[in-house]
């Protein structure tokens, strides 16, 4: 396994764990956040989901029937 290999490994598995993407772009001294999105997002798709995911739970949501009826028994 070459030094490249570690680095890469690091920097996706400090990814996964949710570091985020500027923390990881100083760690590996890359010169804009850009090179480590282009290199990092491809390798781990769940990274976008997850983000898309966080990003749709903070949008309010119109309540459904089943709520309304359980605030009208409450």
Do not use: C, F, W
């Not at 400090?14 to 760690?27: E, N, R, Y």
């Not at 956040?33 to 282009?38: E, G, S």
Request: proline share 3%.
């Amino acid at each position: 396994m070459r030094l490249h290999d570690l680095r890469h490994g690091a920097a996706t598995l400090a990814l996964a764990a949710g570091v985020d993407m500027k923390v990881v772009q100083a760690m590996l001294r890359h010169s804009s956040i850009t090179v480590t999105a282009d290199t990092y997002t491809s390798v781990l798709p769940d990274l976008a989901r997850n983000a898309a995911e966080q990003a749709a739970a903070i949008v309010p949501r119109r309540a459904t029937v089943t709520q309304i009826d359980q605030r009208a028994a409450g």
